[in-house]
């Protein structure tokens, strides 16, 4: 593994074709959050709609990513950056509809905080929608202004609005990012036995298509990981519904190689990751300790040494 920096370069290139041209790499499932997590610590002035709309490009040029979060439906006061999110997602979906060959369709994603966001969400189409819970009731307070019970509930109303309005338009795909899985950033270290529970309360939520593991500190270790993966199992959780959303905090190349291997090797396919150098709750980070998201290069090398390792 300690050849893996000093070669990072030809390691790249390497993963770069073995992904475009070698015959059955392990297939994994990409989320890319470029435009809802990576850019909501900026200003409405600094990352205007005409910015999002390259970023956009940029994604649908790399053609990789399954989904593409495009951002969240929340309060303008709370998030500015998001202030144009009808507008920006009516511009993505009308794109890729637009699209003579029709041989990249990513779904576009939207973050709902709660029963209004959800609502705005339907109004525009949104084919999915992810959710936010969190392991730390500090955390999701501050956050969200919700207790953990709060968001469960909020959770729940959403799921029964959409169940009951059926001539509404149809949500395709429901996923939950549970933040905190390792760490909170206001109370520490959070156990993983709590974390694991907190998870299966959302996996017997039969409609969630995605329980998204995040690594809110960038500190999750594959100790640390093993650990939730095994009370996962102990439940009777299936590795397939569950996914990685990694930030780029306090491990080296290796380590982060590391953690995404043994994920691969536990039966995790999906995974979340950024064309931008940015990312982190605006809400409860500063900015300083505020961490990108993995990098398709990064995630590329992990599932190139995977397959040729074991």
Known sequence: ?????????????????????????TKVILTDVSLRDAIQGFTAKEMPTAKKMDIFHRILRKGKASFV????????????????????????????????YKSYMPTLQALVPNLKGLERALACNVDAVSFIVSTSTEFQKKNTGMSLWDAY???MTMETFMQLNVNM???KYKKVYISCINECPIVG????????????????FKHVNEICLSDTCGSLSSEQLEKILIAC?????????????LHNGFRSDDETHDLIMFALDMGVRRFDVSLLDTGGCMM?????????????????????????LV
């Open 69 to 100: 979060e495009v951002g969240s439906f929340v309060h303008p006061k709370k998030v500015p950056v998001m202030t144009d999110m009808q507008e920006f997602h009516s511009y993505c979906a009308q794109y890729i509809d637009d699209q003579p």
């Open 233 to 245: 199992l102990d439940y009777g959780h299936d590795m397939d519904r569950l996914s990685l959303h």
């Open 169 to 171: 338009h149809r949500i």
């Open 1 to 25: 593994m300690r050849a893996v920096q000093t070669f990072k370069p030809i390691l790249t290139t390497i993963c770069q074709d073995a992904f475009s041209t070698l015959n059955a790499p």
């Open 284 to 308: 409860t980070l500063d900015k300083k300790d505020m961490h990108s998201n993995l990098d398709y290069s990064t995630l590329e090398e992990g599932v190139f040494l995977y397959d040729n």
């Open 153 to 155: 509930k909020e959770i």
């Open 189 to 204: 270290e959070i156990d993983h036995e709590l974390a694991s529970q907190v998870i299966d309360i959302y996996y017997k």
